[in-house]
DNA sequence: CCGACACTAGACAGGTCTGTCTGTTATCGT
DNA sequence: ACGATAACAGACAGACCTGTCTAGTGTCGG
């Protein structure tokens, strides 16, 4: 595990190195629109580390989407662990999509892209499946703390928000839907948690 | 012209079977992971004959996008037109939407996936645009018909409905969120036309 | 000092993709 | 009947992509 720990050393391994190049150019580009190649070069390393590291390009496409994962998950709730009041608390799942939307390299929604992309039933639907279950709990969790009626339907109304918003965000190359999510969410909250 | 005019021959011609089996694999797995041989082939058409129809490729899924665009803005005006209440008009967009998310070959927005495979500024862009933008008009039109005080406004909650409905429903392979969208559709509508 | 280890550089094989080209067949308007 | 047009079948070139392999380099613990 030496060599997968972050930011210890003084130069960042291969690993590191490949892992930031992918998300880079995975989600400006799409994961089978950019090549071993391009990634490798971009990363400065050799092509023979790649697959001693990730096995195979489907192994680092799946690495590139869980750490997508992480960071989104580790923003969102930076994003809620900022507010006490629990209205605040579900709201700050927008602010968070807010801030990420408006982005200049914010290309919509990482699972999405790379699920457009490739066969079903493989690498990108399992872990899509895994970050979209651990949103909709968070947003069914947070509804009830807010006292919503019925939390679920509440989460699957701002699951919608969100998914809209995001998508939304990267087809018009504006972060405005991201805003106006935001608006509606909080409505919604004040409508079902009267 | 005699060629390109639909269903009026008896069989249909290369350039309609070319458009039907583009259609099915585009939709299904991608523009990009589909190639030109999978097409022709399930077309029954020589190579040559897609070149000479199309020019390209990337014409081919030109037609394809214009194609779905096409269909869906009919699909979209006849469930608006099935009714005369300017509610039940706008919530027919809904309907539609509903219908086509029921569809076990529904597989989300068309150009929203295209989008996903290509570079930006390319034609998908171009016919994406395009469709976001008469969705958009339409909507707001049916807003105002309806009584909305900033039918614009309502427009955009209406776009994030309709955006994340289909994207929800194409990642967890529901069409669940699209009746949650229909209903939340008509209490903004009602609440915005108070 | 030395052996293990991580990495680099790049050639190579095997496959797939787009797009072109040659040559043949069938249908239709006049 | 006949020329034009559309379509068919398939070989081919050139590019690109993944994944493997050989060989060399540097670094570090003991």
Redesign the interface.
């Known amino acids: 595990m030496s060599s997968a720990s972050p930011g210890s050393g003084r130069k960042p391994s291969a690993r590191d190195r490949l892992l930031t190049a992918a998300d880079e150019l995975f989600y400006a ?2 994961v ?2 950019v090549g071993i190649d391009r990634v490798i070069e971009r990363a400065g390393v050799a092509k023979a580390s790649l697959y001693s590291c990730f096995g195979s390009k489907d192994g680092l496409i799946r690495a590139y989407l869980e750490d997508r994962h992480r960071r989104r998950r580790e923003r969102i709730l930076a994003a809620v662990e900022r507010h006490e009041a629990p209205r605040d608390r579900l709201l700050g799942v927008f602010d968070a999509l807010a801030e990420m939307a408006a982005d200049p390299t914010f290309r ?2 990482a ?3 790379a ?5 079903p039933g493989g690498v990108v639907q399992e872990v ?1 499946d895994a970050s ?1 279950a651990w949103t909709r709990r968070l947003l069914t969790d947070l509804a009830r703390e807010a006292g919503a009626k019925d939390p679920e339907a509440l989460a ?2 701002m ?10 965000a ?3 190359r504006s972060p ?2 991201a805003v ?2 935001r608006t ?1 969410a909080a ?2 909250l004040d ?1 079902a948690a009267a």
């Open positions: 580009e799409g089978h629109t919509g929604c699972f999405y892209n699920s457009a992309e490739s066969a899509s979209r699957a109304q699951v919608i928000l969100y998914d809209g918003s995001t998508a939304g990267r087809m018009d405005a839907a106006t999510a509606l409505a919604l409508a």
